[in-house]
T-cell receptor, first 114, second 112 residues
Framework: GAGVSQSPSNKVTEKGKDVELRCDPISGHTALYWYRQSLGQGLEFLIYFQGNSAPDKSGLPSDRFSAERTGGSVSTLTIQRTQQEDSAVYLC????????????FGEGSRLTVL | KNQVEQSPQSLIILEGKNCTLQCNYTVSPFSNLRWYKQDTGRGPVSLTIMTFSENTKSNGRYTATLDADTKQSSLHITASQLSDSASYICVVTHYNNNDMRFGAGTRLTVKP
């Protein structure tokens, strides 16, 4: 596709369940980022993938959060044993040049934990 | 304390009027400063990106300015339209580690 694609666009789950959020970056973009945006708040960095380098996981809030990027393309963010405070919009962005390049964001996945 | 502070938190203006949004930062040294527009329920879209050596960048009715000495940036919107209603986010990238710091955004509402 022409842009960053995220799925699902909306996810409602029960507390304690695991969820997986998917991000398809723009083809050829080597850098991929995950952010979390709570209602009315700024973007919170979660994790950063750049090419074949080890990901920067410094933003992951707990060990319930993990992410992988297969084949340098599609990424999956997994949240285990979801809690109500995990409710937020999870945004994925990709860039051709890492941090020096323009970031292209997906539309986000809205997660609601009941 | 957030390294990128935006003001005002929210702003309401009438269609056709101009407005200026502020971004103050403490990130130092920095490599670039970006402004994004985020419509409700959508992902942010880039408006401008300025390196530390640039002091102004325009994109249609949007003009961003940068004063690296005072560590301030502003986004000026001219002849506002209803479609300008959105959150505007300032992002500053650290020069040494490429760490990006996001402001909390300014929520702009343009009324007819």
């Amino acid at each position: 596709g022409a842009g960053v694609s995220q799925s699902p666009s909306n996810k409602v789950t029960e507390k304690g369940k695991d969820v997986e959020l998917r991000c398809d970056p723009i083809s050829g973009h080597t850098a991929l980022y995950w952010y979390r945006q709570s209602l009315g708040q700024g973007l919170e960095f979660l994790i950063y993938f750049q090419g074949n380098s080890a990901p920067d996981k410094s933003g992951l809030p707990s060990d319930r959060f993990s992410a992988e990027r297969t084949g340098g393309s599609v990424s999956t963010l997994t949240i285990q044993r979801t809690q109500q405070e995990d409710s937020a919009v999870y945004l994925c962005a990709s860039s051709q040049q890492g941090d020096s390049g323009e970031l292209f964001f997906g539309e986000g996945s809205r997660l609601t934990v009941l | 304390k957030n390294q990128v502070e935006q003001s005002p938190q929210s702003l309401i203006i009438l269609e056709g009027k101009n407005c200026t949004l502020q971004c103050n930062y403490t990130v130092s040294p920095f490599s670039n400063l970006r402004w994004y527009k985020q419509d409700t329920g959508r992902g942010p879209v880039s408006l401008t990106i300025m390196t530390f050596s640039e002091n102004t960048k325009s994109n249609g009715r949007y003009t961003a300015t940068l004063d690296a000495d005072t560590k301030q940036s502003s986004l000026h919107i001219t002849a506002s339209q209803l479609s300008d209603s959105a959150s505007y986010i300032c992002v500053v990238t650290h020069y040494n580690n490429n760490d990006m710091r996001f402001g909390a955004g300014t929520r702009l509402t343009v009324k007819p």
